[in-house]
């Protein structure tokens, strides 16, 4: 017999033995759900006996009771929007017009840092009076976070289809406008 194939051997005895372990150890502690355990309570009564100052007294001492666990409904309702996409896979285009054109390559690069990877720049034509995070269909979500990251307020997003016209849009889920202010 080669030395691989006892090493082998030992490796499946050993994988073995701790499958066995923790089988035995979950069994052992009740935590698996085949296991149960009944434990028989009793009430017991004890007479402590009077002293000479004191009126005879009767301690009871009773079994702690439990009641069964019920499952109840859950109380919170299941949430009625996506959780946004992962920043990395939304597509993303930053832009600006005038003045603010310089800000689309420091911005692309930050926006990168904060795991919005998928990002490029173009330059727009038409100048807006404040930053907006426009989004396409089923991308709000994903433009609120976007807020979140930029210290935007919600209120400075808005759906794509009312965005300034932007040459080389493409496949963009969001667009960041570059406002003046």
Do not use: C, K
């Not at 004191?54 to 309702?77: F, K, L, M």
């Amino acid at each position: 017999m080669s030395r691989h194939a006892i090493v082998n051997i030992l490796l499946g005895v050993v994988a073995a033995v701790l499958v066995a372990a923790v089988i035995y150890l979950r069994v052992g502690d009740g935590s698996s759900p085949a296991a149960t355990t009944t434990i028989a309570t009793t009430t017991t009564s004890t007479t402590v006996p009077p002293t000479t100052t004191d009126p005879p007294t009767t301690t009871t001492i009773e079994p702690p009771t439990t009641v069964p666990a019920t499952t109840a409904p859950p109380t919170t309702s299941p949430p009625t929007t996506l959780p946004p996409a992962d920043r990395a896979v939304v597509p993303v285009v930053v832009t600006s017009a005038g003045l603010s054109g310089e800000r689309v390559g420091p911005s692309t690069y930050l926006l990168s840092l904060t795991g919005w990877t998928n990002t490029r720049g173009v330059n727009g034509v038409v100048q807006v009076p404040l930053t907006t995070i426009y989004y396409a269909d089923g991308f709000q979500n994903s433009a609120e976070l976007m807020a979140a990251d930029m210290a935007l307020p919600v209120t400075q997003i808005a759906p794509l289809a009312s965005a300034p016209p932007v040459a080389g849009l493409g496949d963009a889920a969001l667009l960041v406008y570059f406002g003046d202010a």
